[in-house]
């Protein structure tokens, strides 16, 4: 069982920048796609970004393409999310995923098995 735990989150001005963080626990973290998802009131839960583990493909939702930024640091078992040039509607609940069994990086909610508990994100105009 993995447990991944994210941090970060806060409410910030409309441009302002936040990274998130997220720390799983166990020894099999470098073998894992990791993802970001979030969800806003009464919306569906959406991608934002995702990294292989090797941390050298990289993928992006459509509304962050440019302003987000997703790493990863096998070593400390921690992946991050760099926020910049925040919008109102980046409002939501931010959730880390694993995805154990990637081939590929994957944009769908379904292919990963390990969620966080989510960090908030509020950004006011």
């Known amino acids: 069982q993995v447990q991944l735990v994210e941090s970060g989150g806060g409410s910030v001005q409309a441009g302002d920048s936040l990274r998130l963080s997220c720390v799983a626990s166990g020894r099999s973290f470098a073998t894992y796609t990791m993802g970001w998802f979030r969800q806003a009131p009464g919306k569906e839960r959406e991608f934002v970004a995702g990294i292989a583990w090797t941390g050298g493909s990289t993928y992006y939702g459509d509304s962050v393409k440019g302003r987000f930024t997703i790493s990863r640091d096998n070593a400390k078992n921690t992946v991050y999310l760099q926020m910049n040039s925040l919008k109102p509607e980046d409002t939501a609940v931010y959730y880390c995923?694993?995805?154990?069994?990637?081939?590929?990086?994957?944009?769908?909610?379904?292919?990963?098995?390990?969620w966080g508990q989510g960090t908030q994100v509020t950004v006011s105009s």
């Open positions: 995923a694993a995805d154990r069994f990637a081939t590929r990086v994957s944009g769908r909610r379904s292919d990963y098995d390990y």
